[in-house]
């Protein structure tokens, strides 16, 4: 099936080690709910897109083996040293849920873009394939927000993909440069009212309004920051463990 709404899940929520290795990662619920929303089946089809690692195989190859322990059928969309699906679109269109990765937000909407990417991924949510990411993976869905894409420190991005006319800030809570850099991004109007999520929490988009936040910790949390003045008010989000 397809999720009911065109839906988009914007995270700061990764991967646990499952172990002492640090590369035996296990999934937390987050992704089960996308494949939830997604109304998938009893084997989820998730796609993984690394861009923003430049599909780095040693990134790869753990990721994949972690959805594997949900019973995913796993893929993924590489993009060097080229498309390695002769048909993308038809591809990403089969999936349930397309997973896209933290790094470098800048260079994974360049290079998206140079591929067609962006439009495929418009047609994909709107027919109801979950769009799901951590950090990079959250930010490129809105209109911009705060990255180190171009080293630290930490500077504003203002050429989302504008599916979420919004600005979205990842791990709030974790880096200590986010809090207050988001906040005077949008109390200066650089940035438009926007969302954050401290590491570990997320935010599930309906069409293009905010249907909810989610977290996989008891402490973490999602907050609405909005222009107010000459200031910015920041406001914790009813945020629910999954």
């Known amino acids: 099936m397809a999720a009911s709404h065109p839906t988009i ?7 646990q080690p499952d172990g002492p290795d640090q590369w035996n990662l296990r999934p937390g619920p987050a992704y089960l709910h996308a494949a939830q929303l997604a109304r998938a089946g009893a084997h989820p089809r998730v796609c993984i897109i690394a861009t923003a690692v430049g599909d780095t195989a040693c990134y790869l190859a753990p990721i994949q083996a972690a959805f594997s322990k ?12 080229m498309p390695n699906h002769e048909d993308v679109a038809g591809h990403l269109a089969a999936q349930d849920v397309i997973w896209v990765c933290g790094g470098s937000t ?16 418009r047609d994909c949510w709107q027919a109801g394939v979950v769009l799901m990411g951590v950090s990079a993976g959250s930010i490129c869905w809105h209109l911009g927000g705060t990255t180190d894409s171009f080293g630290l420190p ?6 989302g993909l504008g599916f979420i006319p919004s600005s979205n800030s990842p791990h709030y809570d974790a880096e200590p440069g986010r809090r207050p850099l988001m906040q005077r991004l949008v109390a200066e109007g650089t940035l438009t009212d926007g ?4 590491n570990g929490a997320g935010l599930v988009y309906r069409g293009t ?3 909810e936040a989610i977290s996989e ?15 910015a008010k920041e406001t914790a989000l009813p945020t629910r463990l999954l």
């Open 9 to 15: 899940v914007a995270t700061s929520i990764g991967f």
């Open 154 to 159: 930490l500077q504003p991005i203002h050429n």
């Open 217 to 231: 910790k008891p402490e973490a949390l999602a907050y609405e920051i909005i222009r107010r003045g000459d200031g």
């Open 209 to 211: 309004d905010l249907h």
């Open 106 to 121: 800048a260079n994974l909407l360049a290079l998206w873009r140079l591929h067609g990417l962006d439009a495929i991924l």
């Open 70 to 81: 949900l019973d995913m059928l796993v893929s993924h969309l590489a993009l060097f040293p």
């Open 195 to 198: 969302y954050a999520t401290d």
